[in-house]
């Protein structure tokens, strides 16, 4: 059986979580292998998830992990106070 | 032999027995995603930083109900989702559920756009600074919905029953929401990939 286009476009997400069952997946694999179309856009929305993992696409704030260690140290000496006078 | 998971039940154990100071250790690998996931949110840099401080404070003081059966990290997650959705309540009288209802039932157009021109390996592209700048651009304006389904799976990397359990939402509808902000996010991102490939081979072997 020949998949379209727009059926392997419906299962482009569960595909690269590898979630599709057996089946589905050789007949799509088998529609990549000849649909340039499909299998950039499988690369390119793969790739994107790659940058969208990447640690330098999302940075944190400069400071935020003293800041918040520094907040948490202060929490933790507070609580110790609390238990303390018990 | 040490997993992650009984390295940290131990030291949990150890924190809750008064080992205090053992808490910083515990949070410091989570610390990006509990950032994450609030800025995710909140949509704002500095309430992000500041709400994450409250959910790791939050987490520190409720340690003690903190039951095995989750792992740690989606349990954590759970306590940033709660504190971000506190602020939004705060910040906006307009019922979150409603907008729920009224995004989730959309028939959008989730169709991925084509292309054949984009061969770049991800390391290369990750060199270009407004190829990044452009994904964050493009993750920051997804709907709310689907936006935080994508931080937790995609950027966070929780597993598809953790970002369900997390979100308090089903595995089927995080997969439909993951699906649609994907796309989205390819859709998006094309025509801007396709302006900044390498030319490729044209007529006459010159370049396009």
Same mark, same amino acid.
């Given at each position: 059986?020949?998949?379209?286009?727009?059926?392997?476009?419906?299962?482009?997400?569960?595909?690269?979580?590898?979630?599709?069952? @057996?089946?589905?997946?050789?007949?799509?694999?088998?529609?990549?292998?000849?649909?340039?179309?499909?299998? @950039?856009?499988?690369?390119?929305?793969?790739?994107?998830?790659?940058?969208?993992?990447?640690?330098?696409?999302?940075?944190?704030?400069?400071?935020?992990?003293?800041?918040?260690?520094?907040?948490? @140290?202060?929490?933790?000496?507070?609580?110790?106070?609390?238990?303390?006078?018990? | 032999?040490?997993?992650?998971?009984? /390295?940290? +039940?131990?030291?949990?154990?150890?924190?809750?027995?008064?080992?205090?100071?053992?808490?910083?250790?515990?949070? #410091?690998?989570?610390? #990006? $995603?509990?950032?994450?996931?609030?800025?995710?949110?909140?949509?704002?840099?500095?309430? +992000?930083?500041?709400?994450a401080?409250?959910?790791?404070?939050?987490?520190?003081?409720?340690?003690?109900?903190?039951?095995?059966?989750?792992?740690?990290?989606?349990?954590? /997650? /759970?306590?940033?989702?709660?504190?971000?959705?506190?602020?939004?309540r705060?910040?906006?009288?307009?019922?979150? *559920?409603?907008?729920?209802?009224? &995004?989730e039932?959309?028939?959008? *157009?989730?169709?991925?756009?084509?292309?054949?021109?984009?061969?770049?390996?991800?390391?290369?592209?990750?060199?270009?600074?407004?190829? #990044?700048?452009?994904?964050?651009?493009?993750? +920051?304006?997804?709907? *709310?919905?689907?936006?935080? &389904?994508f931080?937790?799976? *995609?950027?966070?990397?929780?597993?598809?029953?953790?970002?369900?359990?997390?979100?308090?939402?089903?595995?089927?509808? &995080?997969? &439909?929401r993951?699906?649609?902000?994907?796309? $989205?996010?390819?859709?998006?991102?094309?025509?801007?990939?396709? /302006?900044?490939?390498?030319?490729?081979?044209?007529?006459?072997? #010159? +370049?396009?």
């Amino acid at each position: 059986m020949k998949l379209e286009c727009k059926h392997v476009w419906g299962h482009i997400s569960e595909y690269i979580d590898g979630t599709v069952d @057996a089946k589905l997946r050789e007949e799509i694999e088998r529609h990549l292998e000849h649909c340039e179309i499909c299998s @950039a856009i499988l690369d390119s929305t793969r790739n994107i998830l790659v940058l969208t993992a990447d640690d330098r696409t999302f940075e944190l704030p400069v400071g935020y992990s003293e800041r918040l260690h520094a907040r948490l @140290a202060k929490e933790l000496e507070s609580s110790e106070k609390d238990t303390g006078t018990k | 032999m040490e997993t992650k998971a009984t /390295t940290e +039940a131990g030291l949990i154990a150890r924190i809750l027995a008064g080992e205090k100071e053992l808490f910083h250790e515990l949070i #410091r690998p989570y610390e #990006r $995603m509990v950032y994450l996931t609030l800025l995710a949110i909140v949509k704002n840099e500095a309430e +992000a930083e500041d709400a994450a401080q409250e959910a790791v404070i939050s987490s520190y003081r409720h340690l003690g109900s903190f039951r095995g059966d989750a792992k740690f990290s989606t349990w954590l /997650t /759970t306590i940033a989702i709660n504190e971000g959705r506190k602020r939004l309540r705060k910040a906006k009288a307009s019922a979150e *559920d409603s907008i729920e209802e009224e &995004v989730e039932g959309q028939e959008g *157009d989730y169709t991925p756009a084509p292309l054949t021109d984009w061969r770049e390996v991800p390391l290369e592209a990750l060199e270009r600074k407004e190829l #990044r700048e452009a994904l964050r651009t493009a993750v +920051a304006e997804l709907p *709310d919905l689907y936006r935080h &389904v994508f931080i937790l799976r *995609d950027l966070e990397e929780l597993n598809i029953e953790e970002t369900a359990q997390a979100m308090g939402i089903s595995v089927s509808v &995080v997969k &439909v929401r993951l699906h649609r902000a994907r796309i $989205m996010l390819q859709k998006r991102l094309v025509p801007y990939l396709k /302006t900044t490939a390498p030319a490729r081979r044209g007529f006459f072997g #010159r +370049a396009l």
